[in-house]
């Protein structure tokens, strides 16, 4: 008999399903890394899905017996069946289902999105970013990031480096490096870089990986493009 619902949510969506599942099945709920329910019970698990990656799945199938996996994934409800099961090496006879998450999707473009240069005035150090030139164009950009699981960049090649229209967003952003007034939630978020050029792909990769290393983003893909 299933005793509980665990879970692991990164935004809050997979939360949101598990306690909604609870109300309807009358099941407790609790989080995977809170979770107090005797080891081996039977348990129903949600995670969210990273790369057809369920996360927290093969942590939750040591300790319990899964009888039913469900994934939040940013594709449509029920697709990804197939990849999720074979990632996560889930048995045939375990009921698996994906659930779309409650994910938007947010589109800056440069230098239209952050039009306003860097000029090293310290606000943003000193803990009064509001008082920056920039703020106006800054502050949806910063509350994009703060709702997202994946950040993208894609960027061009020019003189084998990222484009000038990318770097004043990188200074912007100087202030939420780890060594100054760091967003801890970025070490929970992923990232991709995304650039084609005939050469110098490396360096412009370089250029914006150093920034999300130093903001604490958990991990950065790279993607490049010989042309």
């Excluded at 979770?35 to 990273?50: H, N």
């Excluded at 999707?105 to 240069?117: A, I, R, S, T």
């Excluded at 803990?127 to 703020?135: D, F, H, I, P, V």
């Excluded at 490096?177 to 050029?197: E, G």
Aim: with cysteine.
């Amino acid at each position: 008999m299933i005793k509980a619902i665990i879970y692991t949510s990164n935004t809050g969506t997979t939360a949101q399903y598990a306690k909604l599942l609870g109300e309807k099945t009358g099941l407790p709920v609790c989080s995977l890394s809170e979770s107090s329910v005797p080891k081996d019970s039977e348990i129903i698990y949600l995670g969210w899905v990273m790369a057809s990656s369920i996360k927290g799945y093969k942590k939750a199938d040591r300790q319990y017996r899964v009888r039913v996996v469900c994934g939040v994934c940013m594709g449509a409800t029920g697709s990804q069946l197939a990849e999720v099961r074979k990632q996560n090496a889930v048995p045939v006879c375990t009921p698996v289902f994906t659930m779309q998450g409650g994910g938007q999707l947010f589109e800056f473009y440069l230098p239209w999105g952050m039009p306003h240069g860097c000029i090293g005035c310290y606000a943003c150090i000193n803990g009064n970013e509001e008082n920056c030139g920039g703020y106006d164009a800054l502050k949806p950009i910063i509350s994009a990031m703060e709702q997202s699981e994946l950040i993208i960049f894609c960027s061009p090649t020019y003189v084998f480096h990222t484009p000038g229209q990318i770097k004043p967003l990188l200074d912007h952003f100087g202030y939420r490096w780890l060594v100054h007034r760091p967003d801890l939630s970025f070490l929970k978020k992923q990232a991709v870089i995304i650039t084609t050029a005939g050469g110098g792909m490396k360096s412009t990769v370089r250029d914006i990986r150093d920034s999300l290393n130093y903001w604490g983003v958990a991990r950065t893909y790279c993607i490049t493009q010989a042309v």
